[in-house]
């Protein structure tokens, strides 16, 4: 296996990136991109695992697109982030090649699929919060980034459609149906604390024009949770502290499954070719 | 200067008369011309030549068979050296099909894409699609998501056929 030390910038196996201010401004963006990437990527993998197995065909077509629009965005930031780095790493190395700890997406990403309400909660929550994610990043000072996030956006918007004329459904539904959906959304509501808390690395990103400041993006954000939160009946959880930090690379226990998956051929069968 | 002016003009036109050629593999009547994917071509020496194409879906799993279609194009035309650019911005819009792109759509059984792009406000409005068979407007959409990534799954309630809606994104 390869060193892998995104991140720790100016050791010796990550290049010529390391030493200079340059250099770590590199690892640094490489870093922040990272999240963008794997919060898609590893939300992605999760929808996947529907197919074949959701409630009606309409629906197992809808969250395989769904994945596959998420997978694209990823392989776009992936490749993108190992350019910045300039280690050499492509989005292969970087996505079958990576361990637990060197992923950064969000807590909530990684969160298991449950039944179908559950898996369109946090589709709804990670949806709304790419929208104003990726509509702020169509202006970031770092062009490709912005290209990326222009194209993303377009898909994002009808994802979220998806979920929320969904999660409207549902909670507007059965008595069953609403109970199921409170329940996730009461379950899944901490990690949405993560969404918008801006650590050290938000904070550089948002100062040089790379990402938006995080607490700028929240109330719109909230205003249109709370919008299909009233449509769909459900009540909005109160918030708690959160101990997850899944886009510093501190992650639960699920997402070691996942990639034990997800990475298993790579890791198999280092280099092999589809 | 004029006449080799226009002897490029006319070396180009052959290039686009070529990825005429090239068709969409998933919607078999499309070429890549139609779908306004193809952003630029170019010579750019003796035999060689550079295509920029943009993707309609990020995850879509055509283009790289897209991609592989111009250049084997290109190469049966007589170009050694084919470069198959990607080109992400501006990111294409569906806005970019051809009219005759979308007659063809019509004939295929596809209905083709309304001409505005949805905008954030407009979040779950819809435009009415019309039946590609009948011109019926009395249709209702079954799912957002079809067989490919580009397609809805829509009924028409007046000649009760199910058919195919080439999104507006």
Known sequence: MQSERAGSGGSPGSGSAGGSADGRDAIERCRYILRLADTSLVLGQRLGEWVGHAPALEEDLGLANISLDLIGQARLLLTHAGEVEGAGRDEDQLAFLRDGSDYCNLTLAEQPNGDFGRTIVRQFLIDAWQLEIYEWLQQSKDTRLAEVAAKALKETRYHLRYSAEWLIRLGDGTEESQRRVQQALDELWPFTQELFVADALDEDMAASGIASPLAQLQPRWSARIDEVLREATLQRPADTDYPWHGKRGQHGEHLGYLLAEMQHMQRAYPGAKW | ?169
């Open chain 2, 1 to 169: 200067m004029v006449t080799a002016a226009a002897a490029a003009d006319r070396r180009e036109q052959a290039l686009w008369q070529v990825l005429e050629t090239v068709m969409d593999p998933e919607i078999p009547v499309l070429s890549v011309v139609d779908l306004g994917i193809i952003r630029h071509v170019r010579e750019t020496g003796p035999a060689a030549v550079e295509v920029g194409v943009s993707p309609t879906y990020s995850g879509c799993p055509a283009t790289e068979v897209i991609r592989a279609d111009v250049e084997r194009a290109l190469r049966a035309d007589g170009f050694q050296q084919v470069v198959v650019r990607d080109v992400l911005s501006p990111p294409w819009t569906s806005d970019w099909i051809s009219e005759r792109g979308r007659e063809k759509l019509r004939r295929y059984g596809i209905a083709p894409p309304e001409k505005a792009v949805s905008s954030p406000s407009g979040l779950r409005a819809r435009a009415p699609v019309a039946c590609p068979r009948c011109g019926s407007e009395q249709t209702e959409r079954i799912s957002e998501f079809g067989s490919t990534p580009c397609k809805a799954h829509y009924r028409c309630t007046a000649c009760a056929e199910p058919f195919d809606h080439f999104k507006c994104i």
